[in-house]
């Protein structure tokens, strides 16, 4: 099932370069068709296989023979993975948390999580190209998360995990709202929609989960500032989007949060 996954993941990631793609441009992520970027001709079906086709028409076009970024295959290869590790995690009967709940439970995990993979795909992609974290694609995202989240909740009568997902959502939102607030030029209100979004799923998980995935941001975000300032490739007033940071902060909260606060307690002593 995981493999099955992984593929279907490889179909979704090509579907995630076309949103990504389109979404800032302001047009339709369904039509037309896909088409070449140079010479707007219609790619046709078995030029558009995840990964295979980039490779047998060695990153060209077979119109006008123009580059095709590697960017396509390696997004389509990097969903396919994550979808893969997603699934390990949450599958029944295989990941470390959903071994221990009904299996209608951990399929509306696995989906409400698969959805946040493709979200943090497109985000991320998004906002490394414009520096924007738009709309469109985060306040949807807060009816399904919540939708599937409840979902998985009452089908196994667990109203304290929802609880903490308001929480959660609260708490991020709140936070990054004063950041805003306090440095206006450095945070920007698409950064606390996207922190409410996240809080919303690492609250769910648990409280060691929310408080890594959020400080997971920062540390993350500051290595990579330190290492472009030590390159020269930035100054300290050079902006750089920070929502990658913070998507890549909450998945190593979902996927190691627990046993990185249980390690971190056990340092101190408290646990």
């Given amino acids: 099932m995981t493999v099955l996954v992984g593929i279907f993941g490889a179909l ?3 579907f995630l370069n076309v949103v990504a793609y389109r979404v800032p441009l ?35 076009c077979r119109n006008c023979s123009s580059r095709i970024s590697a960017r396509y295959p390696a997004v389509e290869l990097g969903t396919a993975v994550f979808f893969g590790i997603v699934t390990w995690r949450f599958l029944p009967n295989n990941g470390v948390q959903a071994s221990a ?37 985060i306040l949807p995202s807060y009816l399904v998360g919540i939708g599937f ?10 109203v ?5 997902a308001g929480a959660g959502l609260c708490i991020l939102w709140a936070f990054y709202l004063g950041l805003a607030l306090l440095y206006p030029g450095g945070m920007g209100f698409g950064d606390v929609k996207l922190a409410g979004l996240l809080g919303l799923f690492l609250g769910y998980l648990g409280w060691g989960e929310l408080i890594v995935g959020g400080f997971a941001a920062f540390l993350l975000g500051g290595i990579y500032g330190a290492g472009l300032l030590l390159a020269k490739r ?35 002593g408290v646990a």
């Fill in 12 to 14: 979704i990631g090509s």
């Fill in 234 to 268: 930035a100054s300290r007033k050079s902006g750089i989007p920070f929502g990658p940071w913070m998507l890549a902060g909450a998945w190593v909260g979902i996927l190691f949060g627990d046993q990185l606060w249980e390690g971190y307690l056990s340092l101190l």
């Fill in 26 to 60: 302001k047009l339709s992520v369904t039509s037309p068709p896909s088409a070449c970027t140079s010479c707007g001709v219609r790619i046709k079906g078995y030029d558009n296989i995840p990964v295979l086709s980039w490779v047998f028409l060695l990153g060209r």
């Fill in 160 to 164: 304290s995990s929802l609880l903490r």
């Fill in 101 to 137: 709940l009904p299996t209608i439970t951990s399929t509306f995990l696995l989906i409400a999580f698969l959805y946040l993979v493709s979200i943090s795909v497109v985000l991320a992609l998004i906002d490394a190209d414009t520096h924007t974290l738009p709309n469109r694609v």
């Fill in 149 to 158: 989240l409840a979902a998985a909740s009452i089908s196994v009568g667990d």
